[in-house]
Structure formats: structure tokens, C-alpha cells
């Protein structure tokens, strides 16, 4: 039988066909001249794309994206928590900033939720902004490094007084920069580097909401069948070489496995044949794998860009050599945990240094507009 997605695309394919082979009714548009029509397509597009730039002015672009609405997981004094001068370069991938544009006319932090702080004066600041090809995984300790060529001062030094910050969860970005020079971002051409070099500064607490590293979670779902266990290790996105490993055991020795994923759990678990064992989630991915002579097996996977918090399911099924019994184990579902795709470069005592320390997956939350 035929799926739902096959069908429907048979449906609009002969939807096209048919529209091909009527003559469509006059419009009014077809008696105007060339030049009109150009002209009313010209500022049809004008008007979509004023609309769409209005709408990005008004909410702006929350860097990464997923905490536009949520909180981050911590918080953050660096830069403006800090009791001295001081370099921070934040650096996010682009998958991590939603449109292909952005047109920034300010950038502005948000507190950490929940948490309130007293506003700072006579803080001294100068931003720099590029596009670079510098990938968060692969950064430089030497900041002039990790800038790309189109490395622009767009907030010229100068003191300025922070706002205070309200208790709230997520909290607002009240912290604002007005830009002295807008700058375009575009997101196919590279990532996102944004430099704060911080001259002077009062000491005094200033918190700012910011993601960390998270621990991946497992969890069984079902029971694993005739002798047979799972467990998961890894799961956490660190580096480029990052894993996650389903570990079998109790199968069937010197027999042939296959590894099931899956991006949901079954509603109710069909049973399977030749034994009676259980399937508890659905298959996106299936691969096989011999077992030894213990009943054991490994299958690792490795982990994309920017995977986390996100939800599988992974489920071992089994025969023996003779493809006469057929096992299964619990499906394990794991929210994967680690580092979201940025990076922090840092000086902590210097706002002249040209080297500073990394710290691989933190990022301020920022919001661009």
C-alpha cells in the first residue's frame, strides 16, 4: 500500500497536470504593458520584504535560537561581572542564528533568570563584529586569529552605564548597545564572531544568561527479552569526535544484531515473532552488527552539530546463528546533552592582551536587531 507521503505527491502531481492542460481565465494583469507588470512585481517584493524587515525590527534575532523563549541552562559574569578591564570573544556557530540575514542595529544581553542586579556605571566598552570562518571546535587562544576579514569596531570605545536587571524568567534584554555602525550578517558566508573589549569597569555583580554544558539522560522504555540487556554511553556533543555507544549484552553468542534508532517511543509495543519479544519504539536507522561469543556487541554512532537536547531512541534486536529465536532488548531513550556550537576566548585581567584562555561551548544568549 501505498504511504501517505506517496500519495499526496501523486495527488499534486496530477493536480500540476491538469492545471497545465486548462487555459487559465484573463487576468487584468496580462492587458497591462511589460513595463507595468515589472513595475507591480517590483513592488509587491518591495512591500513582502518591508513587512519582513519591520517584524525582525520589532523581536529581533535571539543567538542560539532555541532560547529565544526558554532559559539557558547558567549564567555567566563575563564581561560585565567582572571587577576589570577584560577581552571576550563569543563565537557561534551559524546554525545557531535562525535567518540567513541579519541586519544588526544593536546587540543586547537578557540577565539570568530569576536572579536581579544592580545597574553598572562608567563601564568602557568597544565591540567588534565579523563574519569568520573560524569554526567554535577549532578556535585560536590569539583573538586577532579568529576574526574574519570584514572585522568591524561597530560599537566605537567609550563609558557607558548598564541598566539594572529584572527577576524574571527568562529575563528581558534590557541591556542594550546601539550601534555607531551597523553591520550585515550573512549566515552561508561563515559564523558569527562578536568581540567585547572592555577597558574599564567598576567592580560589582552583573550576571548574564548563558548556556553550559549539560549530561546526557537515559532512560528504559519496556523490558528487555530472553537474557538480553542494553546500556548507553556518551551522548554528550564535547567535540567534533563525538559519540554515543549502545553496548548489547546477553544475546545470542556468534549471532547477528541490528541496532535500532528511532525518534519516538511505540504508543503500544508490537510483538515480534520467534520468541514473543517486544519492539517499544519506532525505526528511522537500522544497522547490523555480529555478536561475539559472548552474546555481546557495540554500535557507536557519532553525534552531528548542535544536537543537543535533542530526543532518540535506541533498541537491540537479535538471532541466533540458525535465524531460529529472535530477542530484544528495552529501548533506551537518551536526550542527548554536551555543548551547543559556540565558543568563549578570554582574558579575564586585559583588555590589551593579545592571547586568552578557551572555554568550548559557553555563549552568552544575545539578541540581534
Given amino acids: 500500500m501505498a504511504s501517505h507521503d506517496a500519495i499526496l505527491a501523486q495527488l499534486l502531481l496530477g493536480q500540476l497536470l491538469l492545471a497545465r492542460r486548462l487555459r487559465p481565465p484573463i487576468s487584468p494583469l496580462l492587458s497591462l504593458p511589460q513595463s507595468r507588470i515589472h513595475m507591480n512585481k517590483f513592488l509587491l517584493i518591495a512591500s513582502l520584504a518591508g513587512l519582513a524587515a519591520s517584524a525582525h525590527a520589532q523581536t529581533g534575532t535571539v543567538v542560539p535560537a532555541k532560547y529565544t523563549t526558554v532559559e539557558a541552562s547558567s549564567y555567566t559574569s563575563y564581561p560585565f561581572g567582572l571587577s576589570s578591564a577584560c577581552r571576550l570573544q563569543y563565537l557561534y556557530d551559524a546554525s ?61 570605545k567609550k563609558k557607558i552605564n548598564l541598566p539594572a536587571q529584572l527577576v524574571k524568567t527568562p529575563n528581558d534584554f534590557v541591556t542594550v548597545f546601539k550601534l555607531d555602525k551597523s553591520f550585515v550578517y550573512i549566515r552561508s558566508t561563515g559564523n558569527l564572531l562578536i568581540d567585547y573589549v572592555v577597558t574599564g569597569q567598576p567592580a560589582g555583580a552583573y550576571a ?73 519504539q519506532n525505526i528511522l536507522l537500522a544497522i547490523g552488527v555480529a555478536t561475539n561469543a559472548t552474546g555481546g556487541a557495540t554500535m557507536n554512532h557519532p553525534l552531528p552539530t548542535n544536537t543537543r537536547d535533542l530526543s532518540i531512541h535506541g533498541q537491540f534486536v537479535a538471532f541466533d546463528s ?48
Fill in 96 to 156: 545557531l542564528v535562525g535567518p540567513t540575514v541579519v541586519a544588526m542595529k544593536e546587540i543586547a544581553f537578557r540577565g539570568n533568570g530569576g536572579l536581579a542586579n544592580t545597574g553598572k556605571t562608567g563601564v568602557e566598552l568597544e565591540i567588534k563584529v565579523s563574519t569568520t570562518k573560524t569554526s567554535p571546535w577549532a578556535v585560536s587562544s590569539t583573538f586577532a586569529s579568529n576574526h574574519g576579514t570584514n572585522v568591524s569596531s561597530v560599537f566605537t
Fill in 208 to 280: 548574564h544568561d548563558t548556556s553550559y554544558t549539560s549530561s546526557a539522560v537515559n532512560t528504559a522504555v519496556g523490558t528487555a527479552c530472553g537474557g538480553t540487556n542494553s546500556s548507553v554511553t556518551g551522548g554528550q556533543k564535547l567535540n567534533a569526535t563525538s559519540t554515543i555507544s549502545y553496548n548489547l549484552t546477553g544475546a545470542p553468542a556468534n549471532g547477528v544484531a541490528i541496532h535500532l534508532l528511532g525518534s519516538a517511543a511505540l504508543k503500544t509495543p508490537v510483538a515480534l515473532p520467534l520468541g514473543g519479544c517486544k519492539l517499544y
Fill in 322 to 369: 540458525k535465524l531460529t529465536k529472535l530477542v530484544a532488548t528495552q529501548s533506551n531513550k537518551t536526550v542527548l546533552g554536551g555543548l551547543d556550537a559556540h565558543t568563549r576566548i578570554y582574558s579575564t585581567s586585559s583588555a590589551t592582551s593579545t592571547t586568552g584562555s578557551i572555554q568550548l561551548g559557553v555563549g552568552i544568549v544575545t539578541r540581534l536587531r
